[in-house]
T-cell receptor
Framework: SQTIHQWPATLVQPVGSPLSLECTVEGTSNPNLYWYRQAAGRGLQLLFYSVGIGQISSEVPQNLSASRPQDRQFILSSKKLLLSDSGFYLC?????????FGSGTQLSVL | QKEVEQNSGPLSVPEGAIASLNCTYSDRGSQSFFWYRQYSGKSPELIMS????GDKEDGRFTAQLNKASQYVSLLIRDSQPSDSATYLCASEGGDSSYKLIFGSGTRLLVRP
């Protein structure tokens, strides 16, 4: 079975600082990978998804970017965080049309 | 804009009762539907998937799908306090990209 590692669990960053969140997947090869964000009390918003190394599709235009340097590694980045970037960030891997989530990163931008 | 709609709740039921959670979706091309459970501060956990019209049962959970009405529901029998969580409905985007579109979730409270 696949395991999704996501870190850190919590992060407090000042406005204007950079961001790098990393996600790695074990137990499967060539997975579809996703970054979702969940604002407090809200549903999941798809930010990026990737079907292979170097292939990134952006769903929402914003100051975030994603990269997939290796088959089972997915990175979410920002050069300058905004207050509105606060939220719960979730990495997910897809198998047989089902999504399985990592444990998430709670990001607070102050 | 493809959407999945859910009542935010909270839905409050007594322990042992049946909890009924509902969801509608806008994209008639969607073929796959999922229910996730999310405890506060935790990541969503897949509990049910359904692809065909009708009912699908798994233990205390039953998912129901009506594609003509674009309606998905989740029934939880013999509700327990541990079932108290937010339940997210999701539909597959219908474009073979395996992107899931999520509703905002329904909060369920099971009273002891």
């Amino acid at each position: 079975s696949q395991t999704i590692h996501q870190w850190p669990a919590t992060l407090v960053q000042p406005v204007g600082s950079p961001l790098s969140l990393e996600c790695t997947v074990e137990g499967t090869s060539n997975p579809n990978l996703y970054w979702y964000r969940q604002a407090a009390g809200r549903g999941l918003q798809l930010l990026f998804y990737s079907v292979g190394i170097g292939q990134i599709s952006s769903e929402v235009p914003q100051n975030l970017s994603a990269s997939r340097p290796q088959d089972r590694q997915f990175i979410l980045s920002s050069k300058k965080l905004l207050l509105s970037d606060s939220g719960f960030y979730l990495c997910a891997a897809g198998r047989d049309e089902k999504l399985f989530f990592g444990s998430g990163t709670q990001l607070s931008v102050l | 804009q493809k959407e999945v709609e859910q009542n935010s709740g909270p839905l409050s039921v007594p322990e042992g009762a049946i909890a009924s959670l509902n969801c509608t979706y806008s994209d008639r091309g969607s073929q796959s539907f999922f229910w996730y459970r999310q405890y506060s501060g935790k990541s969503p956990e897949l509990i049910m998937s359904i692809y065909s019209n009708g009912d699908k049962e798994d233990g205390r959970f039953t998912a129901q799908l009506n594609k003509a009405s674009q309606y998905v529901s989740l029934l939880i029998r013999d509700s327990q306090p541990s079932d108290s969580a937010t339940y997210l409905c999701a539909s597959e985007g219908g474009d073979s990209s395996y992107k899931l579109i999520f509703g905002s979730g329904t909060r369920l409270l099971v009273r002891p």
